[in-house]
Structure formats: structure tokens, C-alpha cells
């Protein structure tokens, strides 16, 4: 029993380890990122909207992965009236402030805007229970709920197996049981949300319009067309194309397109 305790931790340490690398590599870097975030910020005050989203994209380019800087792109480029990167940055940003009612109310505006709503409504009960999960919490924040769950459990087991007064072990008893249950329902919303991750990535349609066709190639019949902002799931690279899905009026609509068309919401 304890060498499958040690073996578990050690899991959920790596996992948790994994996900919670997005720390600035040095002070002199965090500076100079704070330079171009004013400096962008300025731009963008000053109504200069295409180097404000230039200047911001550059940190994203090289890697930097900030919430309030995904929300500062997507100002610049809804701005613009490029929806399809307004929303792509809007969903980023909300991957790591989930809870800030600015990115929310922009990313409801922006999809608001868009020409395919239908077609972004719906999908599996995964996909709704893992939007679900994204609304509250970051991944981040999830592996660490899981974590703290599993040796509170670990904990109260090992309090269990002493000698305690009846009504002190009966107690423990319904600490493990409620516990177990809030760790069974953690590790559940985060594995889900980890197997869609990877499984079906999501992605934005960045072109103002693209025809979706039934395989990956012009000689391909089009399908259906999709436009700027509709959010997709991609399921399969093949080449410059893509395979992607999207739930529309009850059923799930699939097709490829071209892989400069959209880009991943994933870092």
C-alpha cells in the first residue's frame, strides 16, 4: 500500500511539475518584456492599433505566455476587426486568467461577431464538461487541487490506521470518503481536459474565409465554408492540411482545410 502511495505522488509530482514550467527564465528577460508590453501599451492608447498588435505579437513569438498580454493582442486585433486573432488571444488569455471578467465579456463580444455562431454551439459532453472546467479554473491550478486532494487522502489514511477514540476514527472515516470523492471528481475534470487537449486540440479560424473541403486537397469537393473566428477542433495533420470538426445543429460536421487558415489555441 505505501509503495503505491510513493509511486502515485511520484506521478502527480511530474505531472504537476510539467505543468507548472510557465515561469519567466531571468529577471533581465522580465524586464525587457515589461519594456515592450508599455511600449505596446502606448501604441495601442495612442490608437495605433496595427503596431500595438505587432509589437505584442513579438513577445508571443518568442515565447513569452502571459494572460494579460493574450488580452492586450486580442484588444489590438479586434480593433482591427480581425476577429479570428482577437478570439485566438481572448481564448489564451482565458486559459490563464479563466476567471477575469474582462477576457470573458470580449470573448463573448467577439463571438458575437462572428458569421458562423451556429456552428460553434454544442459538441460532446467531454467538450462541454471540460469548457466547463476552463471557465474556472487553469490547468495549473487543477493539477494542484488534484495533488493537494491525493495526500490529503494520503494523510487521513495513514491517521486512519492508528489507534483513535470511536468516535475520532469514525470521523476520519467520513473524511476519507468525502475526500476520495472530491479527488475521483479532480482527477477526472483534469484528465479530461488533458485527453481533449491533446486528442482534439482547439483551434480558431484565422482566415476571413476558407472552404472546408472532403479531403485534404483543392481536387477535394468543398464541403461547407467556414469564416474569421469560428472554433474548430483539430483532429489530423496531413501535410499543409488539417482534418477538423465542429458541432453544428446536433451533429458534428467534419472536413480539411488548409493548415495557414488556423491556428491552435494551445501554446
Avoid at 92 to 105: E, F, G, K, T, Y
Avoid at 126 to 140: D, F, G, H, Q, Y
Avoid at 201 to 227: C, M, R, W
Wanted: glycine share 8%; aromatic share 8%; charged share 15%.
Amino acid at each position: 500500500m505505501k509503495q503505491t502511495l510513493i509511486s502515485i505522488s511520484i506521478a502527480l509530482f511530474i505531472v504537476a511539475g510539467l505543468l507548472l514550467t510557465n515561469q519567466p527564465a531571468s529577471t533581465t528577460r522580465a524586464i525587457s518584456v515589461a519594456g515592450v508590453m508599455q511600449s505596446a501599451t502606448q501604441a495601442y492608447e495612442a490608437g495605433k492599433f496595427p503596431e500595438a498588435a505587432s509589437a505584442y505579437q513579438q513577445l508571443v513569438d518568442q515565447g513569452t505566455k502571459n494572460g494579460e498580454l493574450y488580452y492586450n493582442l486580442g484588444n489590438a486585433y479586434f480593433k482591427q476587426g480581425d476577429l479570428g486573432r482577437a478570439i485566438l488571444n481572448y481564448r489564451r488569455a482565458a486559459r490563464l486568467l479563466p476567471r477575469d471578467s474582462d477576457v470573458q465579456a470580449n470573448l463573448t463580444l467577439a463571438f458575437s461577431q462572428t458569421k458562423d455562431q451556429q456552428a460553434q454551439a454544442g459538441g460532446t459532453t467531454i467538450s462541454r464538461l471540460t469548457k466547463l472546467a476552463e471557465r474556472w479554473l487553469t490547468l495549473n491550478e487543477m493539477a494542484v487541487i488534484a495533488l493537494s486532494l491525493w495526500f490529503g487522502v494520503s494523510i487521513l489514511l495513514l491517521a486512519l490506521s492508528k489507534e483513535h477514540p470511536p468516535r475520532l476514527k469514525e470521523g476520519l472515516q467520513y473524511g476519507v470518503i468525502v475526500t476520495v470523492l472530491a479527488l475521483c471528481l479532480s482527477v477526472a475534470a483534469l484528465g479530461s481536459r488533458l485527453y481533449e487537449e491533446w486528442t482534439e486540440p482547439a483551434g480558431i479560424v484565422v482566415a476571413n474565409a476558407v472552404d472546408v473541403t472532403s479531403g485534404p486537397g483543392k481536387q477535394y469537393t468543398t464541403e461547407f465554408t467556414l469564416h474569421s473566428g469560428t472554433e474548430i477542433k483539430l483532429l489530423e495533420y496531413r501535410g499543409e492540411w488539417v482534418r477538423l470538426a465542429l458541432a453544428s445543429e446536433g451533429e458534428q460536421l467534419q472536413g480539411w482545410m488548409p493548415t495557414q487558415a488556423v491556428e491552435a489555441v494551445g501554446f
